[in-house]
């Protein structure tokens, strides 16, 4: 048995780290969203819907009890859900480790550990609804809408 040369020990650190970053990047770490977010009408929201409003980092719902909004960033390690997973009605997943939320935002399967940060929704008069995603609310909160 012979001792790797200082060619070869340096080859397979090289290559270690390669092979790092790209699982490091695999993921790309997203800063949630902030400020006022324009969500669109209303009216366009129908009861059982749940979609991401773009790319603005916010999830859009409504169930029976009215509107909410919630972060696509996954509590794990920050992957963006609009393009690093799934986001319907039935419930969103994270591509990333796989973790798994209700279409409420809470968290049904790790690795994650919390739930989704859920945002105040206001509505104008004339239905056009506002995320506000400096302003964040408990999961039970809703806009109640007509
Ligand atoms: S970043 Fe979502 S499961 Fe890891």
Do not use: W
Request: with cysteine.
């Amino acid at each position: 048995m012979s001792n790797p040369s200082r060619r070869e020990v340096l080859q397979t650190l090289l290559a270690a780290g390669a092979a790092g970053a790209l699982f490091a990047t695999g993921c790309a770490a997203a800063v949630g969203p902030s400020g006022n977010i324009a969500a669109g009408n209303v009216s366009s929201v129908p009861i059982g819907s749940l979609k991401a409003i773009g790319t603005s980092m916010v999830i859009l719902g409504r169930d029976v009890a009215g509107i909410y909004a919630m972060t696509t960033i996954c509590p794990h390690a920050n992957c963006d859900m609009t393009t690093q997973g799934t986001i319907d009605p039935s419930g969103i997943i994270c591509a990333c480790h796989n973790s798994q939320f209700t279409a409420n935002g809470s968290v049904t399967k790790g690795p994650a550990k919390s739930s989704l940060t859920h945002f105040a929704v206001s509505v104008s008069a004339a239905g056009d609804l506002t995320v506000h995603a400096s302003s964040t609310v408990s999961a039970a909160t809703r806009l109640a809408v007509v």
